[in-house]
């Protein structure tokens, strides 16, 4: 089973500032097979970026998502107060499908 | 719209069971595999099970294997999930979710549905 690793545990910034997090894996993730998602309170999780890089339909360019292999990094500049949330990364290259335990982006 | 919905969930007693069902709308449920992901009180997500689009393939997370069983009813647009010998340690919040074809990412998420097991 692939362990996706995620740092830091919170970030703390204020809008209008550029936020890194970062998934590390444990083994190389096939095809970079990775996403993104953000989940707000009480909210079911929504899909930002898959394929490593890709955006998905509807989602601002202010989120990137970058690396392969066994690192990656998902990158939201100036930050809006609804980007304020807790981001998850998941590998679906290789069965089980596996999550990182989130960041959480807080409002400093 | 797309849109899946959760139901089924409820309060029960460890060993119990409980069926939960996925209502999908919005597109052909028919052409699509199915997952569901759990996530316990405060934690993070936790996938559990996936189903290919004819129902002919399946596979588990290592702690549910055994104990739950995923299947699909194509012509009422349904996902189940046949939970069996519940323990305190399945007490979460069930989502199901789609697959994306070609893409296999989740991309459609339902709201999902409490399970308590006590």
């Known amino acids: 089973e692939i362990v996706l690793t995620q740092s830091p545990g919170t970030l703390s910034l204020s809008p209008g500032e550029r936020a890194t997090l970062s998934c590390r894996a444990s083994q190389t993730v096939n095809s970079n097979y990775l996403a993104w998602y953000q989940q707000k309170p009480g909210q079911a999780p929504r899909l930002l970026i898959y394929g490593a890089s890709d955006r998905a339909t509807g989602i601002p360019d202010r989120f990137s998502g970058s690396g392969s292999g066994t690192d990656f990094t998902l990158t939201l500049r100036r930050l809006e107060p609804e980007d304020f949330a807790v981001y998850f990364c998941?590998?679906?290259?290789?069965?089980?499908?596996?999550f990182g335990q989130g960041t959480k982006l807080e409002i400093k | 719209e797309l849109q899946l919905v959760e139901s089924g969930g409820g309060l029960v007693q460890p060993g119990g069971s409980l069926r939960l069902s996925c209502a999908a709308s919005?597109?052909?449920?028919?052409?699509?595999?199915m997952h569901w992901v759990r996530q316990a009180p405060g934690k993070g997500l936790v996938w559990v099970s996936r189903i290919n689009s004819d129902g002919s393939s399946t596979s588990y997370a290592d702690s549910v294997k055994g104990r739950f069983t995923i299947s699909r009813d194509n012509a009422k647009n349904t996902l189940y999930l046949q939970m069996n010998g519940l323990r305190a340690e399945d007490t979460a919040l069930f989502y199901c979710a789609r697959e994306s074809t070609g893409y296999y990412v989740l991309d459609v998420w339902g709201q999902g549905t409490t399970v308590t097991v006590s």
């Open positions: 998941q590998q679906y290259g290789s069965s089980p499908y596996t």
């Open positions: 919005g597109f052909t449920f028919s052409r699509y595999w």
